[in-house]
């Protein structure tokens, strides 16, 4: 069975940083692209991220870029979330989540973790 | 305001059908697989449909997903009590190489 177990996120003021994580276990973590999704509180889904298998490749939505990287660590099977010059907006429950499928389609998602940005 | 446009809200009987529909463009919907997705309130999304009308095992035949053009479109028969949660749509922008979702779409059985 697959499970995304993730750690991380909490409260931090605007223009400070935090690290995500996601490990995953019940499949081959090097096997697969990786995705990262967002949800502010009481709003819809926004997919923040991606990467491929081996890490040579990574996609970042406009609004994180410069300030999110996005990374993983295989032997770890482990994913990861760097956000730095965090700002209000990007308070959500952040999600890693698995494309199984063609085109992120998302089969299988961690627990999510809050990310709270605010003075 | 998202790429992929829902109806914020549908509504319909137990026993009786509904249908969420998802518009696109070309650069989006019109290239690329169409999934679907039902979040209960304060939990993780769960895949419904993937790659415009394919069910995940576990996930009853009741939920259908098609695809014309630059839309795609989710149904649900013999609504449920159950069903009531909110549904969104998503895909990639295959000019961006970036994940998309739809606003979604709250649905209320009533």
């Known amino acids: 069975e697959v499970h995304l177990v993730q750690s991380g996120g909490g409260l931090v003021q605007p223009g400070g940083s935090l690290r995500l994580s996601c490990e995953a276990s019940?499949?081959?973590?090097?096997?697969?692209?990786m995705s990262w999704v967002r949800q502010a509180p009481g709003k819809g889904l926004e997919w923040v991220a991606n990467?491929?298998?081996?890490?040579?490749?990574?996609n970042l939505v406009d609004s994180v870029k410069g300030r999110f990287t996005i990374s993983r660590d295989n032997a770890k099977n482990s994913l990861f979330l760097q956000m730095d010059s965090l700002r209000v907006e990007d308070t959500a429950m952040y999600y890693c989540?698995?494309?199984?499928?063609?085109?992120?389609?998302?089969?299988?998602w961690g627990q999510g973790t809050l990310v709270t940005v605010s003075s | 305001q998202s790429v992929l446009t829902q109806p914020p809200s549908v509504s319909a009987a137990p026993g009786q059908k509904v249908t969420i529909s998802c518009s696109g463009s070309?650069?989006?919907?019109?290239?690329?697989?169409v999934s679907w997705y039902q979040q209960l309130p304060g939990t993780a999304p769960k895949l419904l449909i993937y790659?415009?009308?394919k069910r995940p095992s576990g996930i009853p035949d009741r939920f259908s997903g098609s695809k014309s053009g630059t839309s795609a479109t989710l149904d649900i028969t013999g609504l449920q009590t159950g069903d009531e949660a909110d549904y969104y749509c998503?895909?990639?922008?295959?000019?961006?190489?970036?994940?998309?979702f739809g606003g979604g779409t709250k649905l209320t059985v009533l």
């Open positions: 990467i491929k298998e081996d890490g040579s490749e990574r």
């Open positions: 019940g499949f081959t973590f090097s096997h697969n692209w």
């Open positions: 790659e415009n009308n």
């Open positions: 070309s650069s989006n919907i019109g290239n690329r697989y």
């Open positions: 998503g895909t990639c922008d295959s000019t961006l190489s970036i994940g998309l």
């Open positions: 989540a698995r494309p199984a499928y063609s085109d992120e389609a998302f089969d299988s």
